[in-house]
């Protein structure tokens, strides 16, 4: 038989169990968040951003009457070494002592049997690297053209080819 | 039990060391502050935050011109961010684009491939590493402007209609419209877009000497004011040879849906600027001066002029003398001109600047 005042302690006892139990719960949520574990992928990520940047900045255009982006201009004409120019400075300018980031791009288009096929659009010139390879992609509008200069190109319609830009530090 | 519950809640305290030294945290704190910077136009949108008259009013600075276009920034809200005389370093910063509880330090710069385009903001970034870092390849806008030559001879068709029979008007008026229906449409995207409510409107008319009033009606009257070449004296009257030198602008005057927009027009205020033949002195609204080559007015959104989408503001130059003895204008410009879109027309007088790359790096740590 328990009485009246081992009742309350078991009362206060309970309470401040409970109190000890919530408290400890709070502490080990908001300290486990204090250990954010460090890993690669914070660079990967800065690589990625950086590269879609760069990809999304050339496929915008100056302004509102011009007829194609830098980045349509350049599949256009399959002009490789004007991309490569073109991205390369929106990378790696203003980037003194840091190593260059170094890419190559691939195309990929749709063949009229609804294959896909993959253009090297820009080979790499080293595959030499010690960061993990980052892909960057864009979807690339390209209006008809004729003649045809590249095999992703389409001299009866407008259609559009994937970009796929791989990116990696020396 | 107590001392337990105190000492078990000092814990976190001791753990604070750790979150100060792991640097991977400040990689994320400089990604989400540059995500801010270029992906989000601030907060408020509308007023924009630029346009506030003190910090309080701002939530958060973003550069943005719009949520629909990021990577692409505005040069007005650059302009604002740099201003250090309104934002105070380094809380305002750190309340409005850091974010966060702990103090970071932090420096954000933004170049193009001439430089730097607004001095960096922060401290200088340690030499010896340890923070965080991220690049962002943007997009800046300009400022986009009207040029109206007066000489040119589309002026008759397109920019302005000159009244070359009038002989019997003593003011002439000329009037600049905006069209907010078709300037803020929303098939144009944001980044092409012209907004005057946060935008300048900057008008520049040049070449006025072609627009003035040189038939015989004019040259055979008497005046009373000497704003001919050859006349020395008042009251006193002349046939003249020669053609009048300059034109007189009394008034310049905004019309929204065709009803005057009360503001104080003979002050002159920060929030606008005319200048009159490459004069650095603004005048005011009211300035009764003499027009030789040029008018240039900028109109600054932080006039707040009563503008939304759906309103016309019309902006009206009169050309009349300060006294009105003289019953003929001396200019003969007149009509109205609308700033709208080029259209590929090469008597276009809207200039829209191309948008151009920079980059944005923000070092937190």
């Keep these: ?170 | 039990m107590l001392g337990l519950i105190m000492v078990a809640g000092m814990v976190p305290g001791l753990l604070i060391g750790l979150q100060r030294t792991t640097a991977i945290d400040y990689d994320a704190v400089a990604y989400r502050t540059a995500a801010i910077l270029t992906e989000d136009p601030g907060w408020p949108v509308y007023p924009a935050w630029e346009l506030s008259d003190n910090t309080g009013g701002v939530d958060r600075i973003g550069l943005a011109v719009a949520k629909e276009s990021p990577n692409v920034l505005s040069m007005a809200k650059i302009e604002k961010f740099n201003d250090s005389s309104f934002f105070s370093y380094p809380e305002d910063y750190r309340k409005k684009i850091i974010f966060g509880d702990y103090p970071y330090r932090f420096n954000i710069s933004l170049k193009d491939e001439n430089g730097a385009i607004i001095p960096p903001i922060g401290d200088q970034i340690p030499d010896l590493g340890g923070y965080g870092y991220i690049k962002r390849v943007v997009k800046i806008k300009g400022e986009s402007y009207d040029i109206l030559n007066l000489n040119s001879t589309s002026c008759n068709n397109t920019y302005c209609t000159r009244f070359f029979n009038e002989t019997n008007t003593s003011s002439q008026m000329f009037n600049i419209t905006l069209n907010l229906t078709s300037l803020l449409d929303k098939s144009i995207n944001p980044a092409y877009q012209y907004d005057p409510r946060v935008e300048p409107i900057n008008i520049t008319m040049y070449n006025f000497n072609t627009t003035l009033n040189c038939n015989d009606t004019f040259r055979t009257r008497t005046y009373d004011f000497p704003y001919v070449a050859n006349a020395t004296t008042w009251n006193d009257t002349y046939n003249l040879t020669s053609c009048p030198v300059s034109a007189n602008l009394s008034t310049v005057r905004f019309y929204r849906n065709d009803v005057q927009i009360p503001i104080d027009y003979y002050t002159t205020a920060a929030d606008y600027r005319l200048s009159i033949d490459g004069n650095p002195n603004s005048y005011n609204l009211s300035p009764h001066s003499e027009v030789r080559d040029n008018i240039s007015l900028i109109i600054y959104p932080s006039s707040h002029l009563p503008l939304d989408e759906g309103t016309k503001l019309d902006i009206r130059f009169t050309f009349q003398d300060a006294y009105n003895g003289t019953p003929i204008a001396r200019t003969l410009i007149g009509g109205s001109h609308e700033i709208a879109y080029r259209t590929g027309n090469p008597n276009d007088t809207f200039i829209q600047q191309n948008l151009s790359d920079a980059w944005l790096e923000v070092a937190v740590w």
């Design chain 1, 1 to 170: 038989m328990v009485d009246r005042i081992e009742g309350q302690f078991y009362t206060m006892e309970g309470i401040a169990a409970a109190v000890l139990m919530v408290l400890t719960a709070y502490l080990v949520m908001s300290t486990t968040s204090v250990y954010t574990p460090g890993d690669t992928h914070i660079i990967d990520m800065q690589l990625e951003q950086v590269g879609n940047d760069a990809l999304k900045i050339m496929d915008t255009k100056y302004n509102v009457s011009a007829n194609l982006t830098d980045l349509e201009q350049y599949l256009w004409d399959n002009n490789s070494s004007g991309f490569s120019t073109t991205f390369n400075s929106l990378l790696n300018s203003n980037n003194p002592g840091i190593n260059p980031v170094k890419f190559k791009a691939d195309i990929y288009y749709v063949t009229g049997t609804d294959n896909v096929s993959k253009y090297e659009f820009l080979p790499a010139t080293s595959y030499i690297g010690d960061v993990n390879g980052v892909s960057v992609s864009r979807w690339v509008y390209l209006p008809r053209r004729s003649p045809v200069l590249a095999p992703y190109q389409n001299a009866t319609g407008n259609h559009t080819v994937l970009l796929e830009v791989l990116l990696w530090r020396d």
